[in-house]
């Protein structure tokens, strides 16, 4: 399976929520989809999953546009925060109509997870609470083992136990069952260990994509006395700053070898890693005043 995007643009009458998105997906492994809000994600995942059509440029699912294509369709889940309350339907209902549409589906798995996120399969499923129907959701979503799964922040309204469960599940799942996996969220320093690699979106536009071991690896926060951090940073993409009296840090962005860290460590700074959310605060940190760095 792959997905591919040629210069893939989305307007909604004046405004463009895609602009010009060039890029791949062709690994089986689990992709962040970052993006502040209204960054264009689900825009995305919609096109990619047959829901939308783009207005010029291309996306193809093995090399066919996806958009009323019922092969492509059968081979793409996208489980998105989805209102059930007007479904009247119970649990086993739904997911006896899934198994038949779904080759890959896996119905004693269903019923695992049903039971591990305590559902009562018989209830309608508007009769469920919030979390329940989210964690129905997610089900839906690892049972079917689509070559691309798509998770819109689809456990918005789950615990923090349920989601915790959702993460081990999805792991052990991928693991015997790879698959293009793409999850899009805001609980960024929750799920950062699940991601092989990440997207971010910037107002319409591909920020970068890139493997998280290697994305991680570009940031660093320098901390030591104001004059030997700006001696040390000068020649660096410097993505934010803070004070503390005459201490300084500044986070770093982009290649850092290991000299220039020693270097930096032998003239009394601390160096530190940064964490994806905090590179994903910086990187998409906007202009205005209330938002500096400083
Ligand atoms: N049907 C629509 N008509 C007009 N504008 C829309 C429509 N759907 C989305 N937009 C706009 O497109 C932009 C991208 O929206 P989208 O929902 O894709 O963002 P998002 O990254 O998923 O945001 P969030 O994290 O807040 O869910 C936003 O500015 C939004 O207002």
Redesign the pocket.
């Known amino acids: 399976m792959k997905v591919e995007s040629r210069n893939l643009h989305l307007r ?1 009458g004046n ?1 463009t ?1 895609l602009n010009d998105l060039t890029f791949e997906l062709s690994d089986e492994k689990i992709y962040g989809l970052l ?1 502040r ?7 995305l995942l919609s096109i990619m999953a047959a829901f939308r059509e783009s207005s010029s440029g291309s996306i193809a699912i093995n090399g066919e546009e996806p958009f009323e294509n019922a092969k492509i369709m059968q081979q793409i889940a996208f489980m998105y925060d989805k209102d059930y309350s007007d479904e009247s339907e119970n649990a086993k209902s739904i997911l006896e109509f899934a198994e038949r549409y779904r080759p890959n589906f896996d119905m004693d798995y269903a019923d695992y997870l049903i039971d591990r996120f305590k559902l009562d399969k018989k209830k309608s499923i508007s009769k469920f609470s919030k979390g329940m129907q989210s964690a129905f959701n997610v089900i839906m979503g690892l049972v079917a083992r689509t070559p691309i799964t798509i998770f819109d ?1 689809a456990y918005l309204g789950m615990d923090a136990p349920s989601r915790n469960i959702f993460y081990e599940e999805l792991l052990e799942d991928q693991q015997n069952h790879p698959r293009i996996m793409i999850l899009s969220t ?1 609980f960024v320093s929750e799920m950062d260990y699940l991601f092989d690699e990440v997207v971010i ?1 910037h107002e319409g536009n591909m920020l970068l994509q890139e493997e998280t071991d290697a994305l991680l690896a570009k940031g660093a926060t320098m901390t030591g006395h104001a004059d030997i951090v700006d001696d040390v940073v000068q020649s660096k993409q410097q993505i934010n700053v803070q004070y503390l009296g005459q201490t300084k840090a500044v986070t770093v962005y982009g290649e850092l070898s290991d000299e220039e860290t020693k270097m930096a460590v032998k003239q009394g700074l601390e160096v530190t890693p940064v964490s994806l959310q905090d590179l994903f605060i910086h990187l998409t940190k906007g202009t205005d005043e209330d938002e500096s760095s400083v």
């Open positions: 909604f405004f929520a993006g809000n209204g960054a264009g994600k689900t825009t922040e805001h979106l």
